[in-house]
């Protein structure tokens, strides 16, 4: 793949290089704003690796730039600040993914390849009347807009990616929470819960199922 990281220290630069061109892609490093402009405007890569805190501003606005010219190039946001509130904004910005700093190869590694894998994914999933437009991240059921959290998002876009098949718990949490996060959380349920109510309540016939300790399946089981 060819990958742009955009990150002003020298040192994760160069850290984040040499991992990728050991993994066999090719990499470009720009450590600025101005210069990540010009390579995204003159290079098509497959994947940008985005630090948040450039010396002339917030690398989102690269990203932000490209999603209102409908460019879906998948993004990762690398961020030093561990905060809630930021790594929602950082998904907000259209950003697909975030990682805190510091972080392992591995970690980054095994994030490149969820990413890219669900840009691999259709612009849009229609399940019944269900239809999920992932490249505007926006959720439509019975024709009227259902505004989601970006994590309830993350989580449906998930589960219509995967329609019909039964997903259990640990799978989900792996892949909308991320591996680090505690495996005895319940929050798979709590939010499963929030989606019903948006996405199901008032609508027929119901499309998300729990499956009795496994996890669960979002289908039409209308015959
Ligand atoms: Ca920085």
Same mark, same amino acid.
């Given at each position: 793949?060819?990958?742009?990281?955009?990150?002003? $220290?020298?040192?994760?630069?160069?850290? /984040?290089?040499?991992?990728?061109?050991?993994?066999? &892609?090719? @990499?470009?490093?720009?450590?600025? /704003?101005?210069?990540?402009?010009?390579?995204?405007?003159?290079?098509?890569?497959?994947?940008?690796?985005?630090?948040?805190?450039?010396?002339?501003?917030?690398?989102?606005?690269?990203?932000?730039?490209?999603?209102?010219?409908?460019?879906?190039?998948?993004?990762?946001?690398?961020?030093?600040?561990?905060?809630?509130? $930021?790594?929602?904004?950082?998904?907000?910005?259209?950003?697909?993914?975030?990682?805190?700093?510091?972080?392992?190869?591995?970690?980054?590694?095994?994030?490149?390849?969820?990413?890219?894998?669900?840009?691999? @994914?259709?612009?849009?999933?229609? @399940?019944?009347?269900?239809?999920?437009?992932?490249?505007? &991240?926006?959720?439509?059921?019975?024709?009227?807009?259902?505004?989601?959290?970006?994590?309830?998002?993350? /989580?449906?876009?998930?589960?219509?990616? &995967?329609?019909?098949?039964?997903?259990?718990?640990?799978?989900?949490?792996?892949?909308?929470?991320?591996?680090? &996060?505690?495996?005895?959380?319940?929050?798979?349920?709590?939010?499963?819960?929030?989606?019903?109510?948006?996405?199901?309540?008032?609508?027929?016939?119901?499309?998300?199922?729990?499956?009795?300790?496994?996890?669960?399946?979002?289908?039409?089981?209308?015959?």
């Amino acid at each position: 793949m060819r990958v742009l990281v955009i990150e002003d $220290e020298p040192k994760i630069a160069g850290f /984040l290089a040499r991992g990728l061109e050991e993994e066999g &892609h090719r @990499v470009d490093v720009v450590g600025d /704003l101005a210069a990540a402009r010009l390579s995204v405007r003159t290079e098509r890569y497959d994947l940008l690796l985005v630090d948040r805190m450039l010396p002339d501003g917030d690398g989102l606005s690269v990203v932000r730039e490209l999603r209102r010219a409908k460019d879906a190039t998948p993004t990762i946001c690398l961020t030093a600040r561990d905060r809630v509130e $930021e790594r929602v904004e950082g998904l907000y910005g259209g950003a697909d993914d975030y990682l805190v700093k510091p972080f392992e190869l591995d970690e980054l590694l095994a994030r490149i390849a969820a990413v890219t894998r669900r840009a691999a @994914v259709p612009e849009r999933l229609e @399940v019944a009347d269900l239809v999920v437009d992932v490249a505007a &991240h926006r959720v439509f059921r019975g024709g009227v807009e259902i505004q989601l959290t970006a994590q309830e998002l993350s /989580l449906l876009r998930y589960l219509a990616e &995967h329609a019909g098949r039964v997903l259990s718990r640990t799978r989900i949490l792996d892949a909308v929470w991320g591996v680090t &996060h505690d495996p005895r959380t319940n929050v798979v349920d709590v939010y499963v819960s929030y989606l019903r109510a948006k996405i199901d309540k008032g609508f027929d016939p119901p499309l998300i199922h729990t499956v009795r300790g496994t996890g669960y399946v979002l289908e039409d089981r209308r015959r």
